[in-house]
């Protein structure tokens, strides 16, 4: 990745797995670099067999196919006598004729000729045996080592011919067949080579490990080329090898530079090489030879690569992300300092200076650490800001209390810094703790998210806690009028008593309602709307210029796609953007797989007749889709025992943790219901992948900075009567009392980060809208469950526990 010249990759071990992560941010040429990632450098050099000495063989294949194969290539075309004028200086150059006008030949007017005349030769049909025009005006075979042209789209029929028993039977063990690095002159045609195997286990006549060196350069024409410098041990054996293929003046060999099984050039060797280094050249671009340079000089890796799931965006998407990102981040950040200056007056001013400064924070540590901003890492930090407030909420909705209390200014402040304390602990290492096993279990994009919400509790943190009070500290040293409300906030949320735990049984219906109707809507439509990184692969983005059936696209795409399903759905809030998916080749190994379903992608957008273009492109394998589906799975039933743990252990009592764990199974469930019964409802894809587990977890966190407030004002009140625990009617408003003295803090906090999370559903794009629709309604249903399932349910849990006692 070094030596391709990226600024600023990003490259994550996943840990656990054998998987890397990378981003490459301002890549061009992205078959360029999946050439370049799955590579293995193994680098080969072999001798090779002449044309001549192969066209028997491949005559002897032709015959054998022609008894055996009947129906298959009925319908193939043969393919033209390609002719090619003589070039006695490099046996792998020459211009093709026919076969790169698209290989349909000189005379395709009678198709039931051509049929029969491909049942008689089902090798020669797709392969071209290169040949010249002799002095005498003969047709010739053309000296080299090329035995066969190709056209790309049947080079995997090719392949298959060569698999077959009855044709390997006929390839001597001494003979192996390679494809060129790529097409010939900017065409659609391979050349294969006949590999000469002169050792008795099969290897080749030199390897990789005697190159000590290459760089790429030019020569003397102003060509790319690489040039190769040979170990000591690697020049002997080289200079004995360039010896015995240039021996014949009149019959010189070529050596074949093979690369991951695959020949990059094949030069004819003119002279014997006695100093080791040598120069490679051939149908190049600048490009070509950097790459192969670096791998060179990289060495092989001990292991081949495979790039199981890979995400393009395009630069007008990215150009649009970057737009929507900051729009979305400047507008919720003017909501949040205008919130806390409407609510808390003076106080409120104190917490956006706060809030500056932490956002400062957040910069310099994403800076420190090199990281690359995406558009989740994006919404992390303006997510970020909202829960930020949340501490300074906890502080001044204490001090009011304080203050309500009849005590003065100095001491209200310092009381509520006090009592709000433990509250803010828990919060924050709650949510700290499901960022990390965000982090840990996420990939991608969603591990950008978690990363930045990390950040940004920790920052949080510091922020609301030592700089808010220093900057109080300072104001009260100078006698400053501090207020902490104004007239029409003054008597908010005051004398409330709302009976939370007498109505439980009817919150435990409606939640029972919602989730029964939720199954009811998962069998009508015939399960989840699993995601591409859930069920395995292809999506692209598409732009049209007008609006376009998602059923006529449909139907030209999976007749492009061989019949396989092409899922097309709106991808935003007109028709004019379609997400399309299918699973079109997704566990073919060839590497030119992703070219060959782009390449029908398109041929398909081509017949609609209109303009497009492909935003963005995701790949996910069915391995990695099945390891994601497992990584999520684990990753919430981590959570919810992490969470069990930790409360168990500041709380002392299990009952809380289970009640805050069967709010959390809850969240899940309604999230899921909502999601289900609102599928194709909505005008934006409401799909369960890695971002909807992201937002999941999240909410995860939202509930349990919730309870654990609560549950922490229950152990001050318990602590104020000396008591370890209360039963009966007393638990029934001690738990009522909680409930409703930090239903302010509960209310304001959701209305900030709800605030937030509007913004970004509206300015922050499609791309992100599914996932901060599922952290909308995750965000209401976190407060409803914190307020009436989690802490009432600790009476259910608890009924017999002063019997048993």
């Known amino acids: 990745i070094d030596g391709f010249g990226m600024v600023s990759p990003n490259m994550q071990k996943q840990e656990g797995s054998n998987r890397i992560f990378i981003e490459m941010p301002g890549v061009q040429d992205k078959e360029r670099v999946r050439k370049l990632l799955q590579g293995s450098a193994e680098l080969q050099f072999w001798q090779v067999y002449q044309n001549e000495e192969v066209v028997g063989i491949l005559e002897n294949i032709n015959k054998t196919l022609a008894v055996t194969v009947k129906d298959t290539v009925a319908a193939a075309k043969p393919a033209a006598t390609t002719t090619a004028s003589a070039d006695t200086t490099k046996a792998t150059g020459g211009k093709l004729s026919d076969i790169v006008k698209g290989g349909k030949g000189k005379d395709t007017s009678a198709t039931a000729q051509a049929a029969e005349a491909a049942k008689k030769n089902p090798l020669y049909a797709v392969l071209s045996i290169p040949t010249y025009q002799a002095e005498n005006g003969q047709q010739a075979l053309r000296p080299g080592p090329v035995v066969g042209w190709v056209l790309q789209k049947d080079t995997a029929k090719v392949n298959a011919y060569f698999a077959r028993a009855d044709v390997r039977s006929l390839i001597p063990g001494t003979l192996k067949f390679m494809w060129s690095l790529k097409p010939m002159d900017k065409s659609k045609v391979f050349e294969l080579y006949a590999i000469k195997v002169t050792s008795l286990d099969g290897k080749p006549d030199l390897g990789g490990e005697a190159v000590a060196n290459a760089r790429d350069s030019f020569d003397q024409n102003n060509n790319p080329e690489v040039t190769m410098y040979m170990t000591s041990d690697g020049a002997t054996k080289w200079k004995k090898i360039t010896a015995d293929a240039s021996a014949d003046p009149n019959n010189k060999k070529a050596i074949a530079i093979?690369?991951?099984?695959?020949?990059?050039?094949?030069?004819?060797?003119?002279?014997?090489?006695?100093?080791?280094?040598?120069?490679?050249?051939?149908?190049?671009?600048?490009?070509?030879?950097?790459?192969?340079?670096?791998?060179?000089?990289?060495?092989?890796?001990?292991?081949?690569?495979?790039?199981?799931?890979?995400?393009?965006?395009?630069?007008?998407?990215?150009?649009?992300?970057?737009?929507?990102?900051?729009?979305?981040?400047?507008?919720?950040?003017?909501?949040?300092?205008?919130?806390?200056?409407?609510?808390?007056?003076?106080?409120?001013?104190?917490?956006?200076?706060?809030?500056?400064?932490?956002?400062?924070?957040?910069?310099?540590?994403?800076?420190?650490?090199?990281?690359?901003?995406?558009?989740?890492?994006?919404?992390?930090?303006?997510?970020?800001?909202?829960?930020?407030v949340d501490a300074n909420i906890l502080i001044f909705e204490r001090v009011r209390e304080e203050l309500a209390l009849g005590k003065n200014i100095s001491t209200a402040i310092k009381e509520g810094f006090k009592h709000a304390m433990s509250s803010i602990i828990d919060s924050n290492v709650t949510l700290f703790i499901l960022g990390g096993i965000l982090a840990v279990f996420g990939t991608g994009p969603v591990r950008g998210f978690a990363v930045t919400l990390c950040i940004g509790v920790v920052t949080s943190l510091f922020a609301a806690v030592a700089i808010s009070r220093v900057i109080f500290e300072a104001m009260l040293a100078k006698k400053a009028n501090i207020s902490f409300d104004n007239n029409l906030t003054r008597n908010a949320f005051k004398n409330i008593a709302f009976d939370f735990v007498g109505r439980r049984k009817l919150y435990y219906i409606i939640s029972t309602v919602i989730i029964l109707a939720g199954v009811g809507f998962y069998v009508k439509n015939g399960g989840l709307h699993l995601g591409v990184d859930f069920k395995g692969g292809r999506t692209y983005m598409v732009t049209f210029d007008k609006p376009m059936s998602t059923e006529e696209v449909s139907q030209k795409l999976s007749a492009n796609f061989d019949g396989e399903e092409a899922l097309v759905k709106t991808a935003g809030t007109t028709d004019n953007a379609?997400?399309?998916?299918?699973?079109?080749?997704?566990?073919?190994?060839?590497?030119?797989?992703?070219?060959?379903?782009?390449?029908?992608?398109?041929?398909?957008?081509?017949?609609?007749?209109?303009?497009?273009?492909?935003?963005?492109?995701?790949?996910?394998?069915?391995?990695?889709?099945?390891?994601?589906?497992?990584?999520?799975?684990?990753?919430?039933?981590?959570?919810?025992?992490?969470?069990?743990?930790?409360?168990?252990?500041?709380?002392?009592?299990?009952?809380?943790?289970?009640?805050?764990?069967?709010?959390?199974?809850?969240?899940?469930?309604?999230?899921?219901?909502?999601?289900?019964?609102?599928?194709?409802?909505?005008?934006?894809?409401?799909?369960?992948?890695?971002?909807?587990?992201?937002?999941?977890?999240?909410?995860?966190?939202?509930?349990?900075?919730?309870?654990?407030?609560?549950?922490?004002?229950?152990?001050?009140?318990?602590?104020?009567?000396?008591?370890?625990?209360?039963?009966?009617?007393?638990?029934?408003?001690?738990?009522?009392?909680?409930?409703?003295?930090?239903?302010?803090?509960?209310?304001?906090?959701?209305?900030?980060?709800?605030?937030?999370?509007?913004?970004?559903?509206?300015?922050?794009?499609?791309?992100?809208?599914?996932?901060?629709?599922?952290?909308?309604?995750?965000?209401?249903?976190?407060?409803?469950?914190?307020?009436?399932?989690?802490?009432p349910i600790v009476i259910d849990l608890s009924k017999n526990e002063k019997s048993i006692k």
Request: hydrophobic share 50%; proline share 3%.
């Open 578 to 791: 379609l997400k399309i998916t299918t699973p079109f080749h997704i566990t073919d190994q060839d590497p030119n797989a992703d070219k060959t379903v782009e390449t029908a992608l398109r041929k398909g957008l081509d017949e609609l007749g209109t303009k497009y273009e492909i935003e963005s492109s995701q790949k996910v394998t069915p391995t990695i889709a099945s390891d994601i589906i497992t990584d999520a799975f684990y990753a919430i039933l981590f959570s919810c025992f992490v969470m069990f743990i930790y409360i168990l252990v500041r709380f002392k009592k299990w009952q809380y943790g289970l009640g805050a764990v069967i709010a959390l199974f809850h969240d899940v469930l309604l999230v899921l219901s909502f999601y289900t019964i609102l599928d194709g409802v909505l005008p934006f894809p409401l799909e369960i992948g890695q971002d909807f587990i992201a937002a999941i977890l999240t909410v995860m966190g939202y509930t349990m900075t919730e309870t654990v407030v609560v549950f922490d004002r229950i152990r001050e009140r318990l602590a104020e009567k000396g008591k370890d625990d209360v039963y009966g009617a007393e638990r029934d408003t001690l738990i009522n009392f909680a409930l409703n003295s930090t239903l302010s803090r509960t209310i304001l906090t959701s209305l900030t980060v709800f605030f937030v999370l509007i913004v970004i559903f509206i300015f922050g794009g499609d791309s992100i809208r599914g996932f901060i629709f599922a952290l909308l309604i995750g965000r209401i249903i976190g407060t409803y469950s914190s307020l009436c399932i989690s802490t």
């Open 258 to 388: 093979v690369l991951d099984n695959t020949v990059y050039s094949a030069p004819t060797v003119q002279n014997e090489i006695p100093n080791g280094v040598s120069s490679i050249s051939g149908s190049f671009t600048p490009e070509d030879t950097k790459d192969l340079a670096n791998i060179l000089k990289a060495g092989k890796m001990p292991a081949p690569a495979k790039i199981v799931s890979d995400y393009v965006v395009g630069p007008s998407l990215g150009q649009q992300a970057i737009d929507n990102g900051l729009a979305s981040f400047v507008i919720a950040f003017i909501v949040i300092l205008a919130f806390m200056a409407f609510y808390y007056n003076k106080a409120g001013w104190v917490a956006n200076i706060a809030l500056l400064i932490n956002l400062f924070f957040i910069m310099g540590v994403l800076a420190a650490f090199g990281a690359v901003l995406t558009l989740p890492g994006i919404a992390g930090i303006i997510i970020t800001i909202g829960l930020s």
